[in-house]
């Protein structure tokens, strides 16, 4: 009996009738297959194989040709079958150069197959169930004549037999009219492996127009089986098909698989094929009581004690399956001490298998786990893909299991994904990718279902809900993510991307500039665009007969989405264009303040001031995207330049300039909120004629240059990477873009010093921009006085004396630009060290010591020895040229150039010179660039190594 009590389990058993494979081929379209068992069986023996590329392709259609090659590897075994050919055409439209000639002719000559009565075979056309069905029973024994396979009404009685002994079993949607796909030739075929072969009790052989031909009894027996191969398939002394064909393989039929559920395990030439669950005979995919289970199996008597399985493990206590017990699957026992209960709910797969020989019932539940998926490994020679995954925590408390290093072989999945899967026996037995829905919250009821919008959502027994149940808001977006019967079984909010916002700057049809269907965009990241539309979008947007500025009434930020041909498709958003006034006070953004004010009221936070009119509030995630342009400098906002910060602490301050006049042009500000009334992204034309803008990200940032790798190229970034100091911490490989803006303007990203900047923007983790800091400098030379006091420029003509703030921070860099964290107490004495400094309240508050120890440069040949002098400078652009006295072979020296200018001393680079072999003395010629003439100023040049100097004019 084999009572499927609902059509929507479908997708449910495709996902947990897992096979437990060992030597079974793996297909590359496997999650496609239905009949998993019969693919895989008759696969290995080489009845029904995949193609080249990896796929089975279980849906496509099989022509008749291909049907008698079926037949063929089934009745003669793949390697007989494939030697087949034939020396004359079989029918005429099958010549002999045909591939499936020879399985055509051996079908026919075996009178299993028949051709048309115009003499053609048709082998390209497809095969319709009947016909195939008539093909197996003729390879079984059946006779056509006899069985009635001929006629108007053959098909009739093909159907009737092929059902009576179970070819059509696995497909409860059999149409014999309809043409049969290659899975279903599959699973026939190894229902075919299994069935009894038949023959006939007595032949008559009469001469018919001079033809012998032989007549078959008129009933069909079962062939008996005495010989060794009974009970390979079925120990029954009866001749099954494989019994006879394929005496390597063999079904052992009392097993159990992971879960627990009665199973078959197939083996092929010794070799596990795999095991298979058999087919449940009743299923709920919730709990269920005991009580109908008796019922739904149509059972007469009770069964005491039957076992149960939770995810492969046996419960401690045993269920009692009769008429009307209440006690459901879940009220059972787990665990006796400490006391537990079964974890079936909603969402669990429960199955009853009924034995009837014995009334023995066998009870299984088997539940749907999510997780994300955290790695995923491709193929190697060595090793098939795999992925591992991280489970996300019930809101019940229980967990599947999984541990951190189980892998699941297959492909097809991406990190960060949500998916469902199954565990048993300390394995996972399944993944499946969650399907999911989205919508705003309008009710929840804790512990039992959600709504978004008008849907209810039931939730799974292992319902899990990003940063808790308590966390879900009425009137918030949602994801919901569901397992294979609609149940609720992870709920987060929405993300968004924020790439997917910018500004629209114009569109085709507005302007002369377009000749096709285009937008013009100000991205997220302060980038110029113009991309290409999906459609004509100016009747959607109107008011874009020209390019707007930002703020304008009509502007709009959109939700831009490239589509697969490469256009992209935009969507209006709610966007907000306050009027910024142009007098005094009447806008304020300032560095790490949520509130960003937007009128006097806001300004004077008077106590009418209203939010979403007077003031907005921002966030760690808003993102600024701030043009500025100067109107003094005969600027306008369309040629402005942009840059993006992301979170509040690192927007630049915006605030008029007091100087007591209406500025010349307001703040043009368009901005956007997804919702909770924080600004998701805000777009800001500013004119620094009237407004000054300072700062942004304010974050000390130290790079050392001599950690710097060559350039790097990755699919989305050309970038360097440095040992720096962010924000008083030491991070290694900090990437820097190759083509960074420096105040705006596009510099090299390979710095030739040691340099100290602030306001960082950071687009995928690369540095983007950055601004100068304007209370730091750079000295050559350092001295401690006390812990509190040191002096910058020692022994360089230019001493300047510090105090040290006590909360400052001192780093100290070697020569391969290794930065280690000190104090004031570890800094030496020094002439040649380079020193980068930052002040804050005239107080040192970073000091960053660059120490030169040439002691570590030294050849093996020999140990110091100090520079006697510098001679021979001379200047020719853009080469310097000077010697070096008193220079070791192989010695590496640096070498500092310098310009001092009315008593201030810029360092210009540092440069390396290496002894020469076999003197003393080292004339080395450094490519310093272009040098500026300072003569008239009283300015000097200056080379410095070793504690000798030399001075030198351009």
Do not use: H
């Amino acid at each position: 009996m084999k009572k499927f009590l609902s059509l929507v389990l479908a997708l449910v058993m495709t996902m947990s009738l897992v096979t437990v494979s060992a030597g079974a081929k793996d297909f590359s379209d496997d999650d496609s297959i239905t009949y998993q068992e019969a693919v895989d069986v008759i696969s290995e023996i080489g009845v029904v194989d995949g193609y080249t590329g990896g796929d089975f392709k279980p849906t496509d259609v099989l022509t008749r040709g291909a049907a008698a090659k079926i037949i063929c590897n089934l009745i003669l075994g793949p390697t007989t079958a494939s030697a087949l050919s034939a020396s004359s055409a079989p029918f005429k439209d099958v010549p002999v150069s045909n591939t499936f000639a020879g399985y055509i002719t051996y079908c026919a000559q075996e009178k299993i197959i028949n051709g048309y009565s115009d003499g053609t075979f048709r082998p390209t056309a497809t095969l319709s169930g009947n016909a195939f069905m008539k093909m197996l029973l003729g390879a079984l024994g059946y006779d056509s004549a006899v069985e009635g396979y001929t006629g108007p009404n053959w098909s009739v009685a093909v159907i009737k037999q092929a059902a009576g002994i179970g070819l059509d079993d696995g497909n409860d949607e059999f149409v014999g009219s309809k043409a049969v796909t290659r899975q279903e030739a599959a699973l026939y075929a190894f229902n075919m492996l299994q069935t009894t072969m038949v023959e006939y009790d007595a032949k008559t052989s009469v001469d018919i127009n001079g033809a012998t031909v032989t007549i078959a009894g008129d009933k069909a027996k079962e062939v008996e089986n005495t010989s060794r191969t009974d009970g390979y398939i079925d120990d029954d002394n009866k001749m099954q098909f494989a019994e006879r064909y394929f005496t390597d393989l063999r079904l052992t039929t009392d097993t159990t698989d992971d879960f627990g559920r009665p199973a078959n395990t197939w083996r092929f030439k010794g070799v596990e094929v795999g095991t298979f669950a058999k087919t449940a005979d009743a299923t709920y995919t919730a709990d269920v009581k005991l009580g109908q289970i008796y019922s739904d199996l149509g059972m007469s008597d009770k069964d005491e004690a039957a076992p149960v399985f939770v995810d492969g493990v046996e419960a401690s206590e045993s269920a009692k399956v009769s008429k009307g017990n209440d006690l459901k699957v879940s009220e059972l026992k787990f665990t006796n001490s400490p006391v537990a209960k079964c974890n079936v709910g909603n969402g669990t797969l429960v199955e009853a298998y009924l034995d009837e020989d014995t009334n023995d019932v066998t009870i299984v539940a088997i539940n749907t786990y999510v997780a994300e998926v955290n790695k995923v490994v491709a193929k190697t020679n060595s090793k098939d893909a795999y992925i591992t995954l991280s489970e996300l925590a019930a809101e019940n408390g229980a967990t599947s299991g999984l541990r951190a290093n189980d892998e699941f072989e297959t492909t097809g999945f991406e990190n960060d994904q949500i998916v469902l899967f199954t565990y048993a026996n300390n394995e996972i037995q399944s993944v499946k990718a969650a399907e999911s829905a989205e919508g705003t919250l309008t009710r929840k009821v804790s512990g039992k279902s959600i709504n978004l919008g008008e849907t209810k959502y039931d939730f799974s027994k292992m319902y899990s809900v990003d940063g808790g149940e308590s966390s879900l808001g009425i009137d918030s977006e949602y994801v919901v993510y569901l397992d294979a019967n609609g149940y609720a079984i992870y709920v987060e909010e929405t993300e968004y991307n924020i790439a997917d916002y910018a500004y629209l700057r114009a569109l085709q049809g507005s302007s002369v500039a377009f000749a096709s269907d285009k937008a013009a965009l100000i991205t997220y990241d302060g980038k110029m665009k113009t991309v290409d539309t999906k459609e004509d979008y100016t009747n959607d947007f109107a008011g874009y007969g020209s390019e707007l500025q930002i703020g304008d009434p009509k502007s709009e930020i959109v939700l831009v989405k490239e589509t697969s041909k490469g256009e992209y498709r935009l969507k209006d958003l709610d966007t907000k264009n306050p009027s910024i006034a142009k007098a005094e006070d009447s806008f304020e953004l300032r560095n790490g303040v949520a509130r960003i004010n937007l009128t006097n009221k806001g300004v004077t936070n008077a106590s009418d001031a209203k939010q979403g009119t007077d003031y907005i509030y921002a966030d760690s995630k808003t993102v600024f995207v701030v043009g500025t342009y100067d109107s003094g400098a005969r600027e306008n906002w369309k040629n402005a330049t942009y840059r993006a910060y992301t979170g509040i602490n690192n927007a630049p301050t915006i605030v008029d300039d007091n100087d007591s006049s209406p500025a010349t042009n307001a703040i043009g500000m368009s901005y956007y909120c997804r919702n909770n009334g924080v600004a998701t992204i805000v777009y800001l034309s500013v004119d620094e004629a009237d407004y000054k803008v300072t700062g942004g990200n304010n974050d000390v940032i130290f790079f050392a240059f001599e950690s710097g790798s060559k350039k790097i190229e990755d699919s989305d970034n050309e970038y360097y990477t440095y040992n720096a100091v962010v924000d008083g911490k030491i991070v290694e490989g900090v990437k820097v873009d190759a083509s960074v803006k420096i105040n705006n303007r596009t510099s090299n990203g390979s710095f030739s010093s040691n340099v100290v900047f602030t306001g960082a923007d950071y687009d995928d983790g690369v540095i983007t921009g950055l601004d100068s800091l304007s209370n730091s400098g750079t000295v050559t030379g350092i001295n401690k006085v006390n812990n509190e006091n040191v002096v910058l420029g020692y022994g360089n003509g230019s001493e300047s004396t510090y105090v040290v703030a006590d909360d400052a921070k001192i780093f100290f860099i070697d020569d391969d630009g290794t930065i280690t964290e000190g104090a004031v107490s570890n800094i030496r004495r020094s002439d040649e060290d380079v020193v980068t400094y930052v002040l804050e309240d005239g107080q040192i508050s970073y000091l960053f010591v660059q120490q030169y120890f040439e002691d570590n440069d030294q050849s093996s040949s020999g140990g110091r020895q100090e520079l006697t002098s510098i001679t021979g400078v001379s200047y020719r652009a853009p080469d310097l040229t000077l010697t070096l006295n008193g220079t070791n072979a192989g010695q590496n020296y640096k070498v500092t150039l310098k310009m001092i200018v009315a008593g201030v001393t810029t360092e210009l680079g540092t440069y390396t010179v290496t002894g020469a072999t076999g003197a003393t003395s080292t004339t080395a010629v450094l490519s310093v660039g272009t040098l500026a003439s300072i003569a008239a100023s009283g300015g000097i040049y200056m080379v410095s190594c070793g504690g000798q100097n030399a001075t030198f004019t351009a």
